[in-house]
C-alpha cells in the first residue's frame, strides 16, 4: 500500500520524499482509521488526503471553507492530470446538478464542497447518491467556537456523515492543536476510534527570546543598527502604536514600512509590496499583516509588543526564516503588554465563555514571557508535541544558562 503511494507521490506530484508525518497519516487513512491530522500551515496536509483519494476507489469529498483555496487546488490537481471538481456558491444549481450527475458516474477521484452546502437536506439528499469511500475536512478547527475561524456550517458535517449508511473513512486537518478544539473536532465532527498526529511544529532554523525589562525602542535603534542588511517584521499591539513607532524609527534615519488595519488597501498594498520586493526591509505591523505573505529572507521576527496568545505569536514569529536559513524571533515584553491585550480582550469578545478561553490563552502566553525553562520545548509542547529534551541549546532561556554557567566557572576560577 504504501509503496503505491510513494510511487503516487514521485508520480503524480513530483515530489521524492514524504515530509514529516505525511507518511503515517496517509498508512492510516489507507487502513481505513478516522485520522486527525494537525500540522502547520506549509507542512503539506493536501497531500495526506489527495494521495489516499487516487488510492481509493470512488470518490473523496473534501470539504473546504474558502472558495479561493479550493480554485487554487482544483487547478493544481487537473494539471497534475487527477480528474477533481467542486460544488460552491459560485454555480448555478443547474450546474450543481451537472456535476453531482457526473460525480454519480464516477467521473471525479476528488469533490471539494464549501460547508454551506450541507446546510440544504436536499444537497445532503444527493450526495448520498455517490459512492464516497473518504471524506476529508480541511481547515477542521472552523467547527469549534474555540478556534479563530469558527463557521456555524461546519457543524452539519457531523450530522451529513451520521446520514450515510456506509460510513466512509474520514480524516481531518487542521494547524490549530490546542486541547479544546481537537476534543470540539474529534466530537463535533464524530470521529471514531480516531488517530491524533501532531507533527512538524518544530523550526530548528529560528531561534527563540524573550527580553524583559528592556527599553524597547533602545533595544530596536541599537538591533536595526547591528542589523542593517537584514529583512525583518516588528508587530506592535495597536495600529496606534504602528504609527508611532513608524514615525520613531523614520525619524532616526531607518527605511521602514507600516501596515495596519486602519490604513487604505491601496496604501496597504503598496506597504506589502515594498516590502515584499526588498524596497524597505523593516515592516512595522499590526496582526493584519501577514495571511498568505510568504517572503522567503525575513531574517527577525520582532514583537514590541506581546500578541494575545501563543498561536498567533507562532504564526507570526514563523514568518521568519522560511528559506531555511537562521531567522531571530525576539518577544520584548513588558507587564504594560498584558494589560493591553486585556483590554483588546474586554472591547472585541461579548460571549463570557470566549473570553474565560482568551484570558486562559493569555495566561499560555504570559507563562511563555516568564518561563526560564526551554522556550523552544515550551511552544512545541503547547502545540501538543512530545519533546524529549530539556534544552534547545539555542533558545534565549538556553543559551543564558549556558552564561550563568560560565560565569559561575569564571567565579570560582576567580
Ligand atoms: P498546508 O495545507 O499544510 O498548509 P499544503 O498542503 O498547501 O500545506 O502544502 C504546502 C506546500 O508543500 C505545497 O506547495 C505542497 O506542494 C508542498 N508539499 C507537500 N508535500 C510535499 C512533499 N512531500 N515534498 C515536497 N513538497 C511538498
Ligand atoms: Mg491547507
Redesign the pocket.
Known amino acids: 500500500m504504501m509503496e503505491n503511494a510513494l510511487k503516487l507521490?514521485k508520480t503524480y506530484f513530483g515530489?521524492q520524499?514524504?515530509?514529516e508525518g505525511?507518511e503515517q497519516i496517509i498508512e492510516n487513512i489507507l487502513a481505513g482509521r478516522d485520522t486527525l491530522g494537525i500540522?502547520p500551515?506549509?507542512?503539506?496536509?493536501?497531500?495526506c488526503y489527495q494521495i489516499p483519494a487516487l488510492i481509493f476507489e470512488g470518490t473523496t469529498l473534501v470539504i473546504s471553507p474558502l472558495i479561493s483555496l479550493m480554485k487554487d487546488q482544483i487547478d493544481t490537481l487537473l494539471n497534475l492530470g487527477v480528474a477533481a471538481s467542486f460544488i460552491n456558491s459560485s454555480l448555478t444549481p443547474r450546474q450543481v446538478q451537472e456535476r453531482i450527475a457526473q460525480a454519480g458516474e464516477g467521473r471525479f477521484k476528488l469533490l471539494y464542497i464549501a460547508p454551506e452546502r450541507l446546510e440544504s437536506e436536499n444537497f445532503r439528499g444527493l450526495l448520498q447518491s455517490l459512492s464516497i469511500n473518504l471524506i476529508a475536512i480541511d481547515e477542521a478547527h472552523c467547527v469549534s467556537q474555540w478556534g479563530h475561524d469558527f463557521r456555524p456550517s461546519y457543524r452539519h458535517i457531523g450530522q451529513f456523515i451520521q446520514e450515510i449508511p456506509e460510513r466512509p473513512v474520514i480524516t481531518a486537518f487542521t494547524?490549530t492543536a490546542t486541547e479544546e478544539v481537537k476534543e470540539d473536532i474529534i466530537k463535533l465532527l464524530g470521529l471514531k476510534n480516531e488517530k491524533v498526529f501532531v507533527t512538524g511544529f518544530d523550526r530548528d532554523n529560528l531561534s527563540f527570546e524573550v527580553r524583559k525589562g528592556e527599553n524597547k525602542r533602545d533595544f530596536l535603534l541599537d538591533y536595526l543598527q547591528e542589523n542593517r542588511e537584514e529583512s525583518g517584521i516588528i508587530y506592535v499591539a495597536t495600529r496606534k502604536e504602528a504609527d508611532n513607532l513608524f514615525h520613531f524609527l523614520e525619524k532616526k534615519g531607518f527605511q521602514v514600512g507600516k501596515y495596519h488595519a486602519g490604513m487604505k488597501d491601496r496604501e496597504r498594498a503598496a506597504a506589502q509590496d515594498t516590502f515584499l520586493f526588498d524596497e524597505v526591509r523593516v515592516m512595522i505591523a499590526t496582526n493584519a499583516f501577514g495571511m498568505g505573505i510568504d517572503k522567503s529572507n525575513v531574517r527577525f521576527v520582532i514583537h514590541y509588543n506581546m500578541p494575545k496568545n501563543m498561536e498567533s505569536y507562532y504564526q507570526e514569529a514563523g514568518r521568519a526564516g522560511r528559506d531555511g536559513a537562521p531567522g531571530e524571533c525576539i518577544l520584548l515584553f513588558c507587564p504594560q503588554d498584558i494589560i493591553i491585550q486585556k483590554f483588546l480582550i474586554e472591547e472585541t469578545i461579548y460571549a463570557t465563555a470566549r473570553k474565560t478561553n482568551e484570558y486562559q490563552k493569555l495566561q499560555f502566553m504570559a507563562d511563555y514571557c516568564h518561563t526560564d525553562r526551554c522556550l523552544r520545548k515550551y511552544i512545541l509542547e503547547y502545540f501538543g508535541e512530545r519533546v524529549s529534551y530539556e534544552n534547545c541549546d539555542h533558545c534565549g532561556n538556553c543559551t543564558q544558562e549556558t552564561e550563568i554557567v560560565d560565569i559561575t566557572i569564571e567565579a570560582q576560577k576567580i
Do not use: I, R
Open positions: 507521490l515530489y520524499s514524504f515530509k505525511q500540522m500551515t506549509g507542512g503539506g496536509k493536501s497531500l494547524a
